[in-house]
């Protein structure tokens, strides 16, 4: 079935430092890829997403780009923020459409 | 505003005590359903609802129950929690589960703790 890695955390930075947070797929198909933030105690958000190969989602600075060569939607931001701090997750949606499957998540810790 | 509640955002119960966490969405989506999230493993789904004449069991149903009397609400049931039912819980909505792309709108969560 469908399935979903990404990066072990946390992932510290200073701020305006580069980002780069590692996702790669395993799936039949060309499912639609996302990326969801969860802020401290909060749900999760909907920060980016990708319906097919080669489309680049965007949002708040931060882009992903849907790669069937390499089964990969890593995500990037060219200048990191405090605010940025949070949990970072990957997932796509499941073979019957029923279910987004994640990745366990990726905690960004940003210092000033 | 458009949103989707729980209630409650977190509780503390004891082994074999019936409960029920509810889930509303003013979205009027047809689709619905209940995720957990455990340190390490992510978000695992629980139950989900296609629509009101639908409900089926995710990839972690065991100890749970749904209910779906109307496209709203979605409560999820502990007939007898165990402590192993500890967790962070997510109601999630879409318009349909199944159109690519399309996307889930995530409750605030319910913290579990069952002792």
């Known amino acids: 079935g469908n399935s979903v890695t990404q990066m072990e955390g946390p992932v510290t930075l200073s701020e305006e430092a580069f980002l780069t947070i590692n996702c790669t797929y395993t799936a039949t198909g060309y499912p639609s890829l996302f990326w969801y933030v969860q802020y401290p105690g909060e749900g999760l958000q909907l920060l980016l997403k990708?319906?097919?190969?080669?489309d680049k989602g965007s949002n708040k600075g931060f882009e992903a780009t849907y790669r069937k060569e390499t089964t990969s939607f890593h995500l990037e931001k060219g200048s990191v923020q405090v605010s940025d701090s949070a949990v970072y997750f990957c997932a796509l949606v499941n073979q019957a459409g029923t279910a987004l499957i994640f990745g366990k998540g990726t905690t960004l810790s940003v210092s000033s | 505003e458009a949103q989707v509640t729980q209630n409650p955002r977190y509780l503390i119960t004891v082994t074999g005590k019936k409960l029920t966490v509810t889930c509303s969405q003013n979205m009027n989506h047809e689709y619905m359903s209940w995720y957990r999230q455990d340190p390490g493993l992510g978000l695992r789904q629980i139950y989900y609802?296609?629509?009101?004449?639908?409900?089926d069991k995710g990839d972690v149903p065991e100890g749970y129950k749904v209910s779906r009397k109307e496209k709203r609400n979605f409560p999820l049931i502990l007939e007898s929690p165990s402590p192993n039912q500890t967790s962070l819980y997510f109601c999630?909505?879409?318009?349909?589960?199944?159109?690519?792309?399309?996307?889930?709108?995530f409750g605030p969560g319910t913290r579990l703790t069952v002792l």
């Open positions: 609802s296609m629509n009101v004449e639908v409900t």
């Open positions: 990708a319906t097919k190969a080669d």
């Open positions: 999630a909505s879409s318009s349909s589960g199944t159109v690519p792309g399309n996307e889930q709108f």
